[in-house]
């Protein structure tokens, strides 16, 4: 199983930026993906999620409304569009995969098997 998060970089605040989540070696279309991230000093977070099965999404709270996860099956490849983003955005991002779980996602980490290794995401205020 391999996850490879891309696209992060550092951006000015109130720019955007697009990750992207390279999976293979697992059936992709029976995992569903989420996106974490973990700042300097503090634990890993849930961002967003998307399911395998209906493609429904989740979003935490703090990043609904400026945040998208999408899905290109055919490449095997998850993204999350960041836009507006904030000093408080920088982190590390991080993708995950878990078996699906029915219908819906949930953003918590402890739920994922497998993970990526990070992309570095700066946003200077």
């Known amino acids: 199983v391999q996850l490879q998060a891309s696209g992060g970089g550092l951006v000015q605040a109130g720019g955007s930026l697009r990750l992207s989540c390279a999976a293979s070696?697992?059936?992709?279309?029976?995992?569903?993906i989420g996106w974490f991230r973990q700042a300097p000093g503090k634990e890993r977070e849930g961002v967003s999620c998307?399911?395998?099965?209906?493609?429904?999404?989740s979003y935490v709270p703090s990043v609904k409304g400026r945040f998208t996860i999408s899905s290109d099956h055919a490449k095997n490849t998850i993204f999350l569009e960041m836009k507006t983003l904030k000093p408080e955005d920088t982190a590390v991002y991080y993708c995950?995969?878990?078996?699906?779980?029915?219908?819906?996602?949930?953003?918590?980490?402890?739920?994922?098997?497998?993970w990526g290794q990070g992309t570095l995401v700066t946003v200077s205020s």
């Open positions: 998307i399911s395998s099965i209906d493609n429904s999404t």
């Open positions: 070696g697992f059936a992709f279309d029976d995992y569903d």
């Open positions: 995950a995969a878990m078996y699906y779980s029915g219908t819906g996602c949930l953003p918590h980490p402890l739920l994922y098997d497998y």
